[in-house]
């Protein structure tokens, strides 16, 4: 890898790749009780890296991201964020969640708050940001996500994509240095995927580090530096995503693309 | 095409060469269909109406038309009327009716519980409204109002003190059941979120706890609270007897409260926590802002049973000796001036359970339809 200055193409590997590493993930396991879900897991991510997990159902990548904020446990083996080891230590666990956002495939809004409610409600009480500062700030989000006219509506009356966009201003609003993205688009109708996904790669130009997810190829190959394919727990290849459609090593690999992308 | 617009021409029911169509909504329509359908339904309807015929006149002639409002003994009243018993003698009734409302409160500081009665609608009123400017005074009034009222009944501090054993009837009643429902809300989701804590130490006393109280009649608690709990206190001391009951009582809505609100905590997806805990917040923020929210809209059904339900089991004191309107009310009618006049009691003492449960019940519906926000998750 080269550490040239940035390009403009969104492709290119990050200036930062072999230099410094915001997310380490050393010989990691999970158990979920007899289960193996996670077999010896070993990632670094740059800063500013954006990377494509993908893999068949039960291959544990959305387990593996949402180990990384400490939504699932693991049990051997070691993950840091940003210097800061995750331990049973809640003050770690708490300094991770306010730099890493998530976005979940099922949206997981409060229902029982506005829009403007849901985006500000995080800053206000986890930032102590006065609250007219912390909904203008929400506002600006919402802007970003091009929804600032649903702001006073509740999550419940919105359209999945336009509720997933909401999401991923709630998680922006905390300026996290890490997106997580936990199939984002896979709970909604086809016609409204494309909102979500530009949004995400406007988030990908504007340098974000980010981990997604997802089975939308055509966004791996916009977007990904690198493209990761799991199954069975363990990760079985990565690679820049051009190679890894065009010449997949693995049998795994090739048999889930001939999968994924002959249907 | 053309046809259609020739049928347009008219307006229903005016065309010439059809016959008017049979109605089928409005009140005639209403009959047709569900009175005089078909044979059998008809045989129904004759006999149901046969059925009301025979019980609601005779019903309310003996309530209201044949009923004797004032009167100061049994026999007066059935002098008053055509035959004895042909009508109701409210004046039992009206005659008690200070009785089963104050119990034996000493008359000149009757004042302070009709004080209390008033703060109490005060209360309601406030703490129930949605939209009512100073909605945290009033929230705070309502947290207050308990200690208030004890001050008030119990006197004190300035007011003369008058005895526990001097409440009685309704305000016994209400003292009872409005303490239980007051306190057991709070203590409930308490141990409803220890039983779902992390550490089980704390967890397992919940469950104890819950389940202690769950498996024993709340009979059976009152009995040990009028007489058991004397020999675990220190010689010589003495614990109001109503004390001892007011805590029983709401240790055990509590017990319920519980179990509801935690079928509640469990209702709610578990991507809800994931995405508090997601954006930092802490555990009791996290339940104050979102999860407790939700939580307890999902609860209110069951919420509002269970208080329906304690303010019914109220009436069970009366097993230890204590005169709440029922107690009150049987005791009056061995007077020999009233005798056999049960009917008009519990006509009486059901219409004000009735009302006040009734309440409850229509409040928690138009507070869950205030709650909608159309929810999806």
């Given at each position: 890898m080269n550490q040239d200055t940035p390009t403009s193409s969104t492709t290119e590997a990050p200036a930062t790749s072999s230099g410094e590493k915001i997310i380490t993930i050393n010989g990691m396991h999970k158990w979920f009780d007899d289960f193996h879900v996670l077999k010896n897991i070993n990632l670094e991510v740059g800063r500013g890296e954006r990377i494509v997990i993908c893999g068949p159902s039960g291959s544990g990548k959305s387990t593996l991201i949402r180990c990384i904020n400490r939504l699932e446990e693991h049990q051997q083996g070691t993950i840091s964020v940003d210097g800061t080891e995750l331990t049973h230590d809640l003050k770690n666990i708490e300094i991770i969640r306010s730099e890493v956002g998530i976005v979940f495939q099922q949206f997981n809004l409060f229902p029982h708050l506005t829009v403007l409610e849901n985006v500000a409600l995080a800053p206000i009480w986890v930032r102590k940001m006065p609250r007219a500062e912390a909904e203008g700030n929400a506002m600006k989000y919402l802007e970003r996500v091009k929804i600032p006219e649903q702001a006073a509506k509740y999550p419940g009356q919105l359209s999945g994509g336009q509720q997933q966009r909401v999401a991923i201003a709630r998680s922006l609003c905390m300026n996290p240095r890490i997106m997580l993205f936990d199939e984002p688009t896979s709970a909604l109708d086809p016609e409204m995927i494309k909102e979500v996904l530009d949004v995400m790669i406007e988030l990908a130009e504007s340098g974000m580090t980010m981990l997604v997810v997802t089975h939308e190829m055509g966004f791996a190959t916009a977007v990904a530096h690198r493209v990761i394919f799991m199954d069975g727990g363990e990760i079985i290849e990565e690679k820049p995503p051009r190679e890894f459609f065009e010449n997949p090593e693995h049998e795994r690999t090739k048999l889930f693309l001939s999968q994924i992308l002959h249907h | 095409m053309a046809q259609n617009q020739a049928k347009q021409a008219y307006s229903p029911g005016t065309h010439p060469d059809l016959p008017p169509p049979v109605r089928t909504t409005g009140v005639l329509g209403w009959v047709r269909k569900n009175l005089i359908s078909s044979p059998l339904n008809i045989v129904l309807t004759l006999a149901s109406i046969w059925l009301l015929w025979s019980i609601v006149p005779p019903a309310l002639n003996w309530v209201l038309a044949e009923a004797v409002w004032s009167a100061d003994t049994r026999k007066e009243c059935w002098a008053l009327?055509?035959?004895?018993?042909?009508?109701?003698?409210w004046a039992f009734i009206r005659g008690s009716f200070k009785l089963f409302v104050?119990?034996?409160?000493p008359e000149p500081e009757r004042w302070r519980v009709n004080l209390t009665f008033l703060l109490f609608a005060i209360t309601i009123f406030g703490a129930l409204r949605e939209n009512i400017p100073g909605k945290k005074y009033w929230l705070m009034f309502a947290t207050a109002f308990p200690f208030i009222a004890a001050w008030l009944l119990l006197g004190g501090f300035g007011l003369t003190p008058v005895g526990t054993q001097k409440l009685g009837g309704i305000l016994l009643t209400l003292v009872v059941a409005v303490t239980g429902i007051a306190f057991s809300l709070p203590i409930g989701l308490a141990l409803a979120l220890g039983r779902r804590s992390k550490l089980p130490a704390l967890r397992a006393v919940c469950v104890i706890f819950i389940e202690f109280i769950r498996g024993v009649p709340l009979i059976t608690l009152l009995f040990v609270a009028s007489t058991m709990l004397t020999y675990f206190l220190p010689p010589g001391s003495t614990f109001d007897l109503l004390m001892r009951v007011l805590i029983m009582v709401t240790l055990f809505a509590s017990a319920y409260i519980a179990e509801v609100v935690r079928g509640g905590l469990q209702g709610l997806p578990s991507g809800q926590y994931e995405a508090a805990d997601s954006l930092g917040l802490t555990y009791w923020k996290a339940h104050r802002l979102i999860i407790l929210p939700q939580a307890l809209k999902i609860s209110i059904p069951g919420i509002v049973n269970t208080f329906i339900g304690s303010f019914k089991d109220s009436v069970l004191v009366l097993i230890i000796g204590m005169m709440d309107i029922l107690g009150l009310g049987r005791a009056r009618l061995n007077d020999p001036e009233w005798l056999g006049l049960a009917p008009e009691l519990y006509i009486f003492i059901s219409l004000f359970f009735f009302i006040s449960c009734f309440g409850m019940a229509r409040y928690s519906l138009s507070l869950e339809k205030k709650l909608q926000t159309g929810h999806k998750y």
């Open positions: - | 009327m055509g035959a004895p018993r042909d009508g109701a003698c104050y119990g034996w409160y």
